[in-house]
């Protein structure tokens, strides 16, 4: 069964979209393992979610190419995670948020770094 916090980090990494096209391709030529391998160099996958993130690109679904995009769907996932880092970032307190998105999900330090980065980029404009 696949873990929530696999699925959220799969739908929340970008990955480039050559790289999800090449994945789909090894994919369907029987290459699974090859695919979950070119997906975890090409990215910050980890284990768990690369292949959750090739079952989703099976599906037809399409990753986040960008961490605009990945701050997107983490707010159609779970809004009050997002509420809870933006609260975070209005006390000045980044390196807490990194910590309270990389304890919710499975997303990589540079990964929850640039997430966050993003949201307070985001915050700042506004």
Do not use: C, F, N, W
């Not at 989703?56 to 983490?74: H, I, K």
């Amino acid at each position: 069964m696949t873990s929530t916090k696999a699925r959220t980090t799969a739908l929340i990494t970008p990955v480039e979209q050559a790289t999800q096209d090449e994945a789909k391709v090894l994919a369907a030529e029987g290459h699974t393992a090859k695919a979950v391998r070119r997906l975890r160099k090409s990215s910050g996958l980890g284990l768990d979610a690369a292949p959750v993130a090739l079952d989703l690109l099976a599906q037809g679904r399409t990753l986040p190419t960008t961490y605009d995009q990945a701050l997107d769907a983490l707010r159609r996932l779970d809004a009050p995670l997002v509420a809870e880092m933006t609260a975070l970032l209005g006390s000045g307190d980044r390196d807490s948020a990194i910590k309270l998105l990389r304890e919710r999900t499975d997303i990589d330090l540079a990964g929850g770094y640039h997430v966050v980065m993003e949201l307070s980029g985001q915050l700042d404009t506004q």
